[in-house]
């Protein structure tokens, strides 16, 4: 079983509908991060949490440390939003190395 | 404008031939990480250093190699040793190996076989 779970895998949605996507991990954590991942391949950093909400923009992380759960929310949606949503954790026991979901490919359709 | 700088952005290899992959930082980051994406996986760890000079092995570093004699550049050397070498290099570094610096990243390195 992989200690990072994403769920969905793929995810296909409409133009202004309101995206979730799940990360559930197994292991004590220190932080854990969203990354958005473009077709072209660079990652970029969206949210590190360790505890509770944070919100940018359209975009909004939380986290239940208790649950080991987080969850990624993207508020109208749109066509630019389509790329690959990756969670990763900090786990405490680490050497700062994280563990990798292996992504949510996301498509908005116009 | 500062960040990380990854070259070439596709490359190609021989069989038996060694290729390195360029990473170079102008964030004055300490430490620095080369991942390895395949489809559908997460990202995989093959080395990182977190001080010039020093560096250690990831989960999955036979076949490669790396160096650290500057600060800011760390390259990924492809052996020949490595036999399915076929895939996405990511390159990332962080101003400290700590909790609560975040992690930027590179373009990246589609590498395939010849």
């Known amino acids: 079983k992989n200690e990072v779970e994403q769920s969905p895998q793929n995810l296909t949605a409409q133009e202004g509908e309101f995206i979730t996507i799940n990360c559930s991990y197994s292991v004590g954590i220190s932080a854990l991060h969203w990354l958005q991942q473009h077709p072209g391949g660079g990652i970029v950093s969206l949210f590190m949490?360790?505890?509770?909400?944070k919100k940018h923009g359209r975009l909004i992380a939380t986290i239940n440390i208790q649950e080991k759960h987080s969850s990624l929310h993207i508020t109208a949606s749109h066509p630019r939003d389509s790329a690959v949503y990756i969670c990763?954790?900090?786990?405490?026991?680490?050497?700062?190395?994280?563990?990798w979901g292996a992504g949510t490919k996301l498509i908005i359709k116009p | 404008d500062g960040g990380i700088t990854q070259s070439p952005k596709y490359l190609f290899r021989k069989e038996g031939q060694n290729v390195t992959l360029s990473c170079e930082q102008n964030l004055n980051h300490d430490a620095m990480y080369w991942y390895r994406q395949d489809p559908g996986q997460g990202l995989r760890l093959i080395y990182y250093s977190q001080i010039v000079n020093d560096f250690q092995k990831g989960d999955i570093a036979e076949g490669y190699s790396v160096s650290r004699e500057k600060k800011e550049s760390f390259p990924l050397t492809v052996t020949s040793a490595q036999k399915n070498p076929t895939a996405f290099y990511l390159c990332?570094?962080?101003?400290?190996?700590?909790?609560?610096?975040?992690?930027?990243f590179g373009a990246g390195t589609r590498l395939s076989v010849l």
């Open positions: 990763a954790v900090l786990p405490m026991d680490s050497n700062y190395q994280l563990i």
């Open positions: 949490l360790s505890s509770g909400k």
């Open positions: 990332a570094s962080r101003s400290k190996a700590g909790v609560r610096n975040i992690q930027y």
